[in-house]
């Protein structure tokens, strides 16, 4: 196998024994190129230390303390830091992790593809953030993050870029809030995402989780099943709509990940807003990464307020905020000396 040297990012050459990182070749031992492969081949998953030695050495017999100076050489290889991990987990006790963008390699495609699939030009920090949230959702911690930025920063660039890059076993749903009055209609923008939704047996979820939503897509059903449904949804209050949606939204999310994306969303309608604050609360869609782009509060036009996402969200670390900052700054504005 011949992988060539990537112009930029990380790859990892399991033949030669090499990453290359930013362009740069370093060689690894064979022991701490032998532990890469083994926890690449594991993604996400908490390898513990006794499989690692069982692996690494079978014929001999090592301290896990042994396994240490090989991950202090992967990490330095990887530019990784102990404290702050974006690649290798230590957990207490138990073993390692691969988490990040190395963890997302797909074994079918050569690692610099994947990795530069994923690169977008000043925000490579961002996109390891959003790595290792897709990481904590993958192993089953729902992922909430706000994107906060100013018009026109990259909020959407971002998010496009991060989706595309999505390994194929994540399902994608993006949906979008808008200024205008038919893009206030209750639940327009989580319509739209679903309107798009290629989840597998999606009908049979709707069907089954939330009949009201089915009824808003009715070119998914024959006419005999909308008559069945009908017959199931005389109730169609806002309550059970917000319930129902919940339910999908945890029902699609329980066996892959389920990336939702609302963009815009100081402009979302008041339904929208209450799924966000709720479905944050219940916690039941575990393998749910839902991101929110939204104007730092304060930034709207005059007239237009801000919709309410419940502070304590944040406070109890329900939710998290991403703050994109201008690629270039401004040049600042050095006034003369007033008449
Ligand atoms: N990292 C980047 N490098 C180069 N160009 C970028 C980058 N991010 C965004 N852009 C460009 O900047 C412009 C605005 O980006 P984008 O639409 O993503 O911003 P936004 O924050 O979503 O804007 P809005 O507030 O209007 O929704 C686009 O032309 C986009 O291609
Ligand atoms: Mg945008």
């Given amino acids: ?57 079978p014929d001999a017999f090592i301290q896990p303390e042994g396994i240490k100076v090989y991950i202090f050489e992967l990490r330095r290889a990887l530019g990784d830091n102990a404290k702050q991990p974006i690649h290798i987990q230590s957990i207490s006790r138990r073993g390692y992790r691969l988490v990040g963008p190395l963890a997302h390699l797909d074994a079918r495609k050569s690692p610099t593809e994947v990795i530069e699939n994923v690169d977008l030009p000043g925000r490579k920090n961002e996109l390891q953030v959003l790595n290792a949230c897709l990481d904590e959702a993958r192993n089953g911690v729902m992922q909430i993050v706000f994107l906060d930025g100013e018009f026109g920063v990259g909020k959407t660039a971002l998010v496009e870029t991060f989706a595309d890059g999505a390994p194929p076993d994540v399902h994608v749903l993006t949906g979008r809030c808008y200024l205008t009055e038919g893009g206030r209609k209750p639940y327009y923008s989580v319509l739209e995402a679903l309107g798009s939704c290629r989840v597998p047996n999606f009908q049979r979820f709707l069907a089954r989780h939330s009949p009201t939503w089915a009824l808003q897509m009715p070119a998914r059903f024959s006419p005999e099943e909308l008559t069945v449904l009908r017959s199931q949804t005389l109730n169609m209050t806002p309550a059970a709509m917000l319930r129902e949606l919940c339910e999908l939204i945890e029902a699609i999310s329980q066996t892959n990940v389920l990336l939702f994306i609302l963009e815009d969303v100081h402009w979302a309608d008041s339904a929208t807003l209450d799924f966000v604050n ?13 991101i929110c782009t939204s104007l730092p509060a304060g930034s709207l036009p005059t007239g237009h307020s801000h919709g309410i996402i419940d502070r304590e969200l944040f406070v109890k670390s329900l939710c998290r905020r991403i703050e994109l900052t201008p690629l270039i700054p401004a040049p600042r504005l050095t006034g003369g000396t007033p008449a």
């Fill in 1 to 57: 196998m011949q992988v060539s040297k990537p112009a930029g990012g990380l790859s990892f050459d399991p033949i030669q024994r090499v990453v290359w990182r930013d362009g740069i070749r370093i060689p690894l031992t064979p022991k701490a190129a032998a532990i890469l492969s083994y926890l690449m081949e594991r993604p996400g998953r908490v390898v513990p230390n006794a499989q690692l030695l069982k692996a690494i050495w």
């Fill in 278 to 290: 709720t479905i944050a609360r219940r916690r039941h869609a575990e393998k749910l990464f839902l």
